[in-house]
């Protein structure tokens, strides 16, 4: 289904290209959250003006508001968001794990109450996918088994072993399914052990998907332990299908991560430190909030090319922030969601020329000068 | 400076247009509120897009934050908050009446304290025409005295002229201005008694400006007296300028307003209330959290051509509302500010066509059918 195109390679880097139902999308490809049907402060046309390929929607949230059965009749999320270009949804599982109460582990699957009423639920691998089929998002991920860090071994080991069996069973319950033009992706998991994410990794592998994810990355270990589990499980993905780093991270990380060999990332930090007035630019982040902006008349960065910095100021976005207008929060997501596109589809230039290398060391360099 | 051009009248209804240095404005016209130097939730283009002529802004606010100092950088409001076409701002009475603390009033002005930090601040007649030219806006109005409601006779009084006083102020501190592009507006006041309107509107009409508001309306008073009211000034004002009847209303407070004779209008309502879920239609209101909607495919009104009915149906907007995304609060207010202009715009052809009358049987014949 997905038709994964390996274009180019440089290092490690690659740029590559695949087809949904929805559209292509080309890689490296950073996915902006929209959890509840819609990219906080954004509309679909201000996503498409920064160039957004593909967003991701979160299963636990839409499957408890506003439920499949309304989704259901607008024959999936896109015509009931607004969005014709691609969708990635999560399984659910890392929600359950964060959000919810009482939350209960078992062979069948995650026994949860709602966060928003209370209300009893069971997400088994099964249940997982027919929301996400409901939903008709263009890429559907498995369920697994998302671990807190620190773990144990024997904690890792049975997360991965369970997170096995149920991508098992979602690949056998998704070709049940008649009508199937989304992809399923597969999940290593295997925590901060090295030999587990090997062994996740060719135990998902053997089952085979379009894709495939690492996840457990960036659940509160520190970021050298990331990257090195990073690093040692991106090679261990079949190289002919795209690997997606689940929720990471900062720019400096995708640019790491990249040079590993990662081709899909989605991140709440864009549109999230935007709503804190965290501002990212090439030379550094700022905050809006900070009193020497307050008679700027300088954009955020005089190199951008996005709305808010073609037609604001230092000034009057801290004016907005300060004053809590809806208008801050909009003016500042849109220049970050701008950003985060930018810096991959420059990566992807980058590869495709064979010069990531050169791109690595000039994004470094000037990253690291101090924040403004 | 103004150069008011009365076009047609249907009645005592008027269509006209007149020119600003930041565009011609035709009438009769809604002003958007723009408090701190945003329309709630929206941007310039998209006020442009529902074809949005002037707004207003609350000089009270933005002398407190961002101040003079700030907004002085930029030239004026315009180029602060990316928005070209003219503005109106208010002299700041209202608000120091509504929002301070300890506010006190004497002949030289209104003593205050900032209801943001507590700051001690004079606002005289001429410190509100000041704040306001550093504002650059395009009609400045002079300060008045706000009554509450009920206020006796003497209070009324009183307030009358005082105002009348601060008029003549207003105008003689303008005139010392060297660089005058705006056009300086009057007030009338003189609470709910009919002579007293009539000895104010005199008052101000001999002192002598580009157009008049009618203010100390809908400040608590039953909906018939504040009608009774502007039927009994809007008349009183000289033919050939503008009417301006400030901080008013309802789609029906709009329809009987433009029969009476008046021209200009603002309120806070389409913004205010679109956060609050409230959708205006031609058939009545209705408030998008109503569980009816939760799987309804129709747009707000089929009817309305705005970007929130092309593109989102009712259980779209009800999700975003239950779930308090920001997008619903733009997607609201598109559509109300639209309808709001629609419906002044509607006004306006009938005039020029001679048909306000039957506009208005069929407005009314159609708003009075049940809430959907």
């Known amino acids: 289904m997905l038709d994964f195109n390996l274009l180019a390679q440089s290092g490690a880097a690659r740029a590559g290209v695949f087809e949904t139902a929805h559209g292509r999308v080309e890689t490296p490809v950073f996915m902006p959250v929209g959890t509840q049907a819609t990219v906080k402060a954004l509309s679909p046309e201000e996503l498409k003006a920064a160039g957004v390929q593909i967003i991701l929607g979160n299963t636990y949230h839409l499957y408890l508001r506003p439920g499949c059965e309304t989704i259901g009749r607008f024959m999936g999320l896109h015509r009931f968001m607004h969005w014709d270009r691609p969708i990635l949804t999560d399984s659910g599982g890392f929600q359950v794990f964060s959000l919810s109460k009482l939350r209960q582990l078992t062979e ?14 069971l997400l088994s691998p099964e249940k997982s996918i027919q ?5 008709d998002s263009d890429i559907i991920m498995c369920l697994d088994q998302c671990l807190e860090h620190p773990a144990t071994r ?13 991508a098992g069973r979602c690949k056998t319950f998704w070709r049940t399914q008649t009508d199937r033009r989304n992809s399923l992706f597969g999940i290593v998991q295997g925590g901060m052990f090295a030999d587990l994410r090997r062994r996740s990794a060719e135990e998902i592998a053997t089952i085979g998907f379009p894709g495939y994810a690492v996840g457990g990355l960036s659940v509160g270990e520190p970021k050298a332990l990331m990257m090195e589990m990073a690093a040692h499980t991106l090679p261990l993905l079949p ?3 795209p690997r997606y780093v689940m929720g990471v991270g900062t720019p400096e990380d995708l640019v790491a ?16 430190n935007a709503r804190n007035g965290q501002m990212f630019t090439a030379r550094g982040t700022l905050n809006i909030r900070n009193a020497r902006f307050r008679d700027d008349p300088e954009p955020v960065d005089a190199s951008c090319g996005c709305y808010t910095c073609r037609h604001y100021s230092l000034a ?32 992807r230039r980058a590869i495709l ?5 050169r791109f690595q060391k000039a994004f470094y360099s000037v990253r690291q000068s101090p924040d403004r």
Chains 1, 2 share one sequence.
């Open 108 to 121: 069948a699957g995650y026994a949860f109450q709602s966060h928003i009423d209370g209300s009893r639920h």
């Open 131 to 135: 929301v996400q089929l409901c939903l």
């Open 154 to 166: 024997e904690q890792a080991i049975a997360a991965l072993e369970i997170t096995t069996r149920w």
């Open 239 to 241: 190289a002919d299908r």
């Open 257 to 272: 991560l990249v040079g590993m060999g990662a081709d899909m990332f989605d991140c709440v930090m864009p549109t999230r």
């Open 316 to 347: 009057y976005l801290r004016h907005l922030y300060m004053a809590r207008e809806i208008l801050a929060y909009r003016l500042n997501t849109i220049h970050n969601i701008h950003y985060y596109i930018n810096l991959v589809a420059g990566m």
């Open 353 to 357: 020329s064979g010069s990531f290398d």
